[in-house]
């Protein structure tokens, strides 16, 4: 997670949903029931927690538009700095304080 020491004067730090992000779109929360191993793994160990978003992984290229969905489970405690808040994901982001994404970001 992101600290006020790496927010630079004239910026602000706050949370988005990542739908808002283009490059933080491949995440989605999941329903309880689809949950899987978390596929963190650290030291060799592999996370044993349940799945709570999953990130699509899925490698496209132009010739291979419906390539099959691959999808990398984690739990709450691995999504990378992402949390789970009202049934989406969302990433906190730095971003000028006067910017269109900071209007819309919740501190
Ligand atoms: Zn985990």
Redesign the pocket.
């Known amino acids: 997670m992101l600290t006020d020491d790496d927010v630079p004067e004239g910026f602000v730090r706050f949370w988005v949903p990542c739908r808002t992000l283009p490059s933080d779109r491949a995440w989605e929360v999941i329903n309880p029931a689809d949950a899987k191993q978390?596929?963190?793994v650290d030291g060799g160990q592999r996370?044993t927690?349940q799945?709570v978003a999953r990130l699509d992984r899925t490698w496209r290229t132009s010739d291979q538009r419906d390539a099959k969905p691959r999808w990398w489970h984690?739990?709450?405690?691995?999504l990378y700095g992402r949390r789970i808040q009202d049934g989406e994901i969302w990433m906190q982001i730095v971003a000028p304080a006067d910017s269109p994404l900071a209007a819309g970001g919740v501190t």
């Open positions: 978390c596929r963190w996370c927690a799945s984690y739990c709450e405690d691995h």
